[in-house]
């Protein structure tokens, strides 16, 4: 019986053909150096140095690059999505396939993360004597969870969620679950992305901005469809098919006018960076790439100025605050590796928003890391008032400045009212 | 590297394989295996290549000594010498670390420092020291051909473990036929199949339902590994075998449908074939094997288990798998099996399968303690809940995989084949060729997404 299953003499000459067809192929085809499927750079070459041969590096090198440069890559990577997905799977690689959408589950919080972030938030908030505002966002999964499939387990974000709401203070905390939660049938998160989109932004904004005693109305908003053949973070994780997204840019109306620093000192007249949209990371159209401080200069007529430690799901959002303030640093931590009074420098800040995924606040370490520095140098009882004061001056005498002349000082417990699940 | 890297698929094994065409008909086919076996193992580190070269060196030499003295207590001094080496080399990576690195931390590297299927070629190297010992074969004819037995790259990194005496006669002649090269380019590809498709897609739920405490879901958890761990070994050594088939070598089956055993003894006859033989031969034999008085059986029983356990591992849950394997054997020969034979056939077959998932729990469990744990729950003992949602989400995702899994270890696979050859008749070659052309594309896609790596854009 056994015999007869195996002479089968087709099955030779085929995948011979196959096998040398593939080697020749990949021997003769040039080597790539982005995936702009998989949104990553491609291995190309191999480390030949003796430590690395005789550690097995250069073997690992080797495979990686083969595997990097196989002949239809990305073909093999979309059939894997599709056969598992035909397969009847809902879940790859940590993303669900939910209905019409992509959704990453939310990450658990690592370690002792969640508390230092807030720890260090409250003391920067007390010792800089700004009014801060904290928003942690909820992603797709958290919120249009009737997307997700059936019993899939996704991580539950509301207790971690209620814990920061509850431990923030002096520091504010802002929930979006509601406003959100609202709009969940809508628009507010991409199908392929683990970002949300420009009216989801908007959503969370009108939000953030009533807690900080300011009216936004997104009727005040054009929404300008830049794309329709966004593939975000989650379609290059899994490799979907048959998915992609709009990215929408929401123009005030009354067309502020302002000016850009980048982060390496260079200036625009827009936060928008179009030429991303023609690259494989579309969201860049917002703020463009990590950028660790960039300042915005406006035209709106308020005093109020505003410091933003933010993550990318900030970038979406600061098109709604342009109107709202005459200035805004925005700092990223992840890519922040200078001392905070350097960026800080003698601006008077009014307001102070830490922005940030439910993801990277429960996981980075970086904000924390950024506020632990500042906030150790500027510890009450490390302060040598007259030598601060003759090489710091603005830091020194910004706190009591800031709760003097904060228009916000007083709105404090109206605040809180207005956000009692926080 | 390994056969499920893409360089090995689509550049070592054709380019090895098809310049062998063409040097088998010389006097240098061994020579051109055991340099391409070389250049693979090379592919893991040169410290490792030093290592087997050394081996190899060191056995050959030990088994020419052997053979070339005539005086027995000679031979048994170097005998002795030679497995005292190689038994040392097995200690110090193995389990040197494990045992005394709490005494000198540094030790503790030692393990993760071992050169790849250490285990299963010392062994095959010791099969050859003892049966040219026992003057059951003669010594091998050059370092060529001993580098050939037990270094080819088929084998070198997981077996099966050669048999010195009946392996030596190919050696000498492995001669390319048709037969051999249809059979092991399907035996390959059946392997790739189990390592891929079903082996590392159980991995993917194993470590789903880590931690998992509803009963539902503790269970698959089990049977995750129970299923990960055979398809993977016995993928792994159908493509071994089918490698060797490439090259006109014949090695024996390393695994015979475990899971349909009635018995554990039965299990052990067909699970990892060739390290059962190679335990049967070299220690329980030369024990005196069943023909000692009842209490000296048992010692060998439970010595022979004792060294299967170690062999697979350091610590104190290969310990205890063993000697709860071996306590099982004992367990069923009581009353002259009368007990077990008595029982309906399926219940015999449930109660392998309960066995050996526990088994495995000890297997797959770091502590004694948390693999207890596990048991326990399967037995409804500490669980949360009958089904959570992440059970029920890993069940429902993985109900094919399962299926799948089902029909290829109950061996109904191969009726089905059948079945499709008695309806297809003549064109059965081209719709078998048809569909492993798929499932091999199927496994190059798997292998390639799992290679993706990080991705710049998601820190963004």
Not at chain 1, 32 to 54: G, H, I, V
Not at chain 2, 218 to 225: E, R, S, V
Request: net charge negative.
């Amino acid at each position: 019986m056994k015999k007869k299953l195996k002479g089968n003499p087709w099955l030779v000459p085929t995948m011979s053909w196959i096998l040398a067809g593939m080697m020749l192929l990949s021997l003769l085809l040039p080597d790539q150096s982005f995936s702009q499927t998989e949104n990553r750079p491609l291995a190309r070459s191999a480390d030949f140095t003796w430590k690395s041969m005789e550690t097995g590096k250069t073997g690992k090198d080797l495979n990686a690059w083969f595997s990097d440069q196989i002949p239809g890559r990305n073909l093999f990577f979309h059939a894997d999505y599709l056969i598992r997905k035909m397969s009847g799977q809902k879940e790859i690689k940590g993303v669900y396939l939910g209905r019409d959408a992509l959704l990453s589950d939310p990450e658990k919080p690592a370690g002792d993360t969640v508390t230092e972030n807030v720890n260090a938030i409250n003391t920067f908030a007390s010792q800089s004597g700004m009014t801060c505002y904290v928003l942690v966002v909820p992603g797709a999964a958290s919120i249009q969870s009737d997307r997700l499939p059936f019993e899939a387990p996704a991580e539950d974000v509301n207790p971690v969620l209620d814990t920061i709401g509850s431990t923030l203070s002096p520091a504010v905390g802002v929930d979006v679950r509601q406003s959100l939660g609202e709009h969940a049938s809508e628009y507010i998160f991409y199908k392929t992305d683990h970002h949300w989109t420009s009216l989801g932004a908007g959503y969370a904004a009108k939000t953030l901005l009533a807690a900080m005693g300011i009216d936004l109305s997104l009727d005040d908003f054009d929404r300008m469809p830049v794309s329709h053949s966004f593939e975000g973070t989650l379609a290059s994780k899994t490799g979907s098919l048959f998915l992609d997204d709009e990215i929408e840019l929401a123009v005030a109306k009354n067309n502020p006018n302002y000016i850009v620093t980048w982060a390496d000192g260079s200036k625009t007249s827009s936060i928008y960076h179009k030429d991303a949209l023609k690259t494989k990371d579309q969201y860049q159209v917002f703020l463009s790439s990590n950028q660790s401080v960039v300042r915005i200069e406006t035209d709106a007529d308020t005093d109020r100025t505003l410091l933003l430690f933010k993550d990318s799901y900030a970038n979406s959002v600061i098109q709604y605050l342009l109107s709202c303030f005459s200035s805004i640093t925005v700092v990223d931590p992840r890519y922040y590796y200078e001392n905070l009074d350097m960026t800080l420098g003698s601006d008077l800040f009014t307001d102070c928003v830490f922005l940030y995924s439910y993801d990277t606040f429960v996981t980075g370490s970086s904000l924390h890391d950024v506020l632990d520095g500042w906030n150790t140098e500027h510890a009450p009882e490390q302060a040598q008032p007259e030598a601060e004061a003759e090489t710091q001056p603005a830091e020194e005498t910004q706190p009591e400045t800031e709760a003097q002349t904060d228009p916000q000082t007083e709105d404090q417990p109206a605040q809180d009212q207005e956000n009692p699940e926080a | 590297m390994a056969f499920t890297d893409l360089s090995f698929l689509f550049v070592f094994l054709p380019v090895v394989w098809f310049c062998y065409r063409l040097a088998a008909r010389t006097k240098f086919a061994n020579l051109y295996i055991l340099i391409a076996s070389l250049i693979f193992y090379a592919w893991g580190g040169l410290t490792s290549l030093a290592v087997l070269v050394l081996i190899l060196l060191w056995n050959y030499m030990s088994a020419k000594l052997i053979s070339s003295q005539e005086d027995e207590s000679k031979r048994r001094q170097i005998l002795y010498l030679a497995v005292g080496v190689d038994l040392f080399v097995l200690f110090f990576y193995r389990y040197l670390g494990v045992w005394f690195g709490f005494a000198l931390p540094s030790l503790s590297r030692l393990p993760g420092l071992m050169p790849a299927g250490l285990s299963f070629y010392l062994f095959s190297c010791l099969s050859c020291i003892f049966d040219v010992y026992r003057e059951k074969a003669q010594a091998p004819d050059s370092l060529i051909d001993f580098g050939v037995y037990a270094a080819f790259f088929g084998r070198v990194n997981m077996g099966p473990i050669a048999n010195y005496s009946t392996f030596r006669p190919q050696l000498a002649e492995h001669k390319l036929s048709r037969q051999k090269t249809q059979a092991g380019m399907l035996l390959f590809l059946q392997g790739l199949f189990r390592k891929v498709i079903l082996a590392d897609n159980f991995a993917l739920l194993y470590s789903a339902l880590a931690g998992n405490t509803s009963w539902i879901g503790n269970l698959l958890f089990g049977f995750a590994y129970f299923f990960q761990l055979y398809f993977d070994f016995s993928g792994y050594s159908r493509m071994a075998r089918g490698t060797a088939s490439l090259f006109g070598f014949t090695i024996d089956p390393n695994f015979d449908l475990p899971y349909t055993a009635d018995s554990v003894q039965d299990f052990w006859r067909r699970w990892h074939i060739s390290l059962t033989s190679w335990f049967r031969e070299y220690i329980y034999i030369p024990l005196g094997g069943n023909r000692v008085s009842h209490s000296r059986w048992l010692m060998n029983i439970l010595c022979v288990w004792v060294l299967t356990g170690l062999w697979h591992g350091a610590t104190l849950p290969f310990l205890f798998w063993g000697l709860y394997q071996g306590c099982l054997i004992l367990l069923e020969h009581a009353g002259n099996r009368q007990w077990l034979k008595r029982m309906p056939g399926w219940l015999r077959h449930v109660y392998l399968i309960i066995t050996q998932l526990i088994g495995w729990t000890f297997f797959s469990n770091s502590s004694l303690i948390s693999g207890l744990s596990q048991i326990g729950r399967y037995f409804l003992i500490g669980i949360t809940s009958f089904a959570d949602s992440a059970a029920l989400f890993a069940l429902l995702n993985s109900l094919v995989l399962l299926i799948v899994a089902i029909i290829v270890a109950s061996g109904f696979s191969k009726t089905l084949a059948l079945l499709l050859k008695a309806k297809t008749s003549s064109s059965y070659g081209k719709f078998a060729t048809a569909g492993w052309v798929v499932i091999f594309a199927i496994c190059v896609s798997f292998i390639v997404s799992a290679s993706a790596q990080t991705f710049l854009y998601a820190v963004f």
